[in-house]
T-cell receptor
Framework: GGIITQTPKFLIGQEGQKLTLKCQQN?????MYWYRQDSGKGLRLIYYSITENDLQKGDLSEGYDASREKKSSFSLTVTSAQKNEMAVFLC???????????FGPGTRLTVL | QQKVQQSPESLIVPEGAMTSLNCTFSDSASQYFAWYRQHSGKAPKALMS????GEKEEGRFTIHLNKASLHFSLHIRDSQPSDSALYLCAAANSGTYQRFGTGTKLQVVP
């Protein structure tokens, strides 16, 4: 089996600050994803990447940047943190689009 | 653009009951259909998936797909308090990413 690690677990920032979230996976999966989950709600796709150095925008990409530095890691940057984007950010990986996704434990973002 | 919708939004059932959760999708070319379960404060975890029309059973869980009506469902037999969670459905084309529904919050009461 494998594991997905997200750091940090809790992230507190000031409004307007640039913040970076990191994700690592050891499944050797090609595809990685970043989702935002508002309290008790569904998952909204921010960015995904089908291979190293590839980036694809999801439905919620505005206000975010992403970087797939290597196959095992995928970073998400909140370019200017806003109070209305306080949420849990989930990273996931899968062997492909139409295959089971494996999720990390999440990073909870608080904006002061 | 694929739209995936779930119903009901929330559900309370007694222990031992049959629970039925519904999901509709808009893209008739979708090929992969899945249910994920997310316990409070935890990561979502895949429960079951299906590719072709019909039913698939795994233990107390059954997934049913009807592509013609753009609908799939999850049925939980003999529901347990440990089944209380947020249930997320997802649908995908072969070459694209999965699109998730907004979730059904299930509470099973003893």
């Amino acid at each position: 089996g494998g594991i997905i690690t997200q750091t940090p677990k809790f992230l507190i920032g000031q409004e307007g600050q640039k913040l970076t979230l990191k994700c690592q996976q050891n499944f050797n999966h090609d595809t990685m994803y970043w989702y935002r989950q508002d309290s008790g709600k569904g998952l909204r796709l921010i960015y995904y990447s089908i291979t190293e150095n590839d980036l694809q925008k999801g439905d919620l990409s505005e206000g975010y940047d992403a970087s797939r530095e290597k196959k095992s890691s995928f970073s998400l940057t909140v370019t200017s943190a806003q109070k209305n984007e306080m949420a849990v950010f989930l990273c996931a990986s899968s062997p492909g689009g139409a295959r089971e996704q494996y999720f990390g434990p999440g990073t909870r973002l608080t904006v002061l | 653009q694929q739209k995936v919708q779930q119903s009901p939004e929330s559900l309370i059932v007694p222990e031992g009951a049959m629970t039925s959760l519904n999901c509709t999708f808009s893209d008739s070319a979708s090929q992969y259909f899945a249910w994920y379960r997310q316990h409070s404060g935890k990561a979502p975890k895949a429960l079951m998936s299906i590719f072709s029309n019909g039913e698939k059973e795994e233990g107390r869980f059954t997934i049913h797909l009807n592509k013609a009506s753009l609908h799939f469902s999850l049925h939980i037999r003999d529901s347990q308090p440990s089944d209380s969670a947020l249930y997320l459905c997802a649908a995908a084309n072969s070459g694209t990413y999965q699109r998730f529904g907004t979730g059904t919050k299930l509470q099973v009461v003893p």
